[in-house]
T-cell receptor
């Protein structure tokens, strides 16, 4: 199974600032996904990041607020820009099984963000 | 309409007993996948089990099994011989094959989750 790491694991930020979250996978994967989990809520997909193309954003999420990079097949970043307390969430990256099986999707350990 | 519905906000089970967590789904796709994840208080999402819509047999992974009833559009998770470490939030999720509405293939749609508490 794919092993996914995220940095930072948690952070406390001031409103108006930006935070970049890194996601590293130990194998090459075509699609990487960024999810948000607000306190007490379920997970919601922010965007899909494919290497070599623009990220695809879900309804309600825009590139100016959540710019994403995908420079290669093992790495992606998500930036939370101009943060407000409403951005306090767990941010998780996810990949389909790197071996090509689409029967599994794995998640990174998440980044807990608190915006004051 | 909700695509994934988990009607049990919380469930309690005695250690060593079995428990069923309910999940119903709504899709017009013929090909789709259903997932269950465990989220302990640490926040990580742990993949438990997968069921494909064309799989004729119910999926099993150790103490986890998925009771898949396609006609009823339900995909309940059964945990046998519950352990204290099973106490966590459990999410059901669906991946559809179509790309309707511009959303991404591979996107998982999650239910609201069920908090499972295992009592000693």
């Amino acid at each position: 199974s794919a092993v996914i790491s995220q940095k930072p694991s948690r952070d406390i930020c001031q409103r108006g600032t930006s935070l970049t979250i890194q996601c590293q996978v130990d194998s090459q994967v075509t699609m990487m996904f960024w999810y948000r989990q607000q306190p007490g809520q379920s997970l919601t997909l922010i965007a899909t990041a494919n290497q070599g193309s623009e990220a695809t954003y879900e309804s309600g999420f825009v590139i100016d607020k959540f710019p994403i990079s995908r420079p290669n097949l093992t790495f992606s970043t998500l930036t939370v820009s101009n943060m407000s307390p409403e951005d306090s969430s767990i941010y998780l990256c996810s990949v389909e099984d790197g071996s090509g099986s689409r029967e599994t999707q794995y998640f990174g350990p998440g980044t807990r963000l608190l915006v004051l | 309409a909700q695509k994934i519905t988990q009607t049990q906000p919380g469930m309690f089970v005695q250690e060593k007993e079995a428990v069923t967590l309910d999940c119903t789904y709504d899709t017009s796709d013929q090909s789709y996948g259903l997932f269950w994840y465990k989220q302990p208080s640490s926040g990580e999402m742990i993949f438990l089990i997968y069921q494909g819509s064309y799989d004729e047999q119910n999926a099993t992974e150790g103490r986890y099994s998925l009771n898949f009833q396609k006609a009823r559009k339900s995909a309940n998770l059964v945990i046998s011989a519950s352990q204290l470490g099973d106490s966590a939030m459990y999410f059901c999720a669906m991946r559809e094959s179509s790309n309707a509405g511009g959303t991404s293939y591979g996107k998982l749609t999650f239910g609201q989750g069920t908090i499972l508490t295992v009592h000693p």
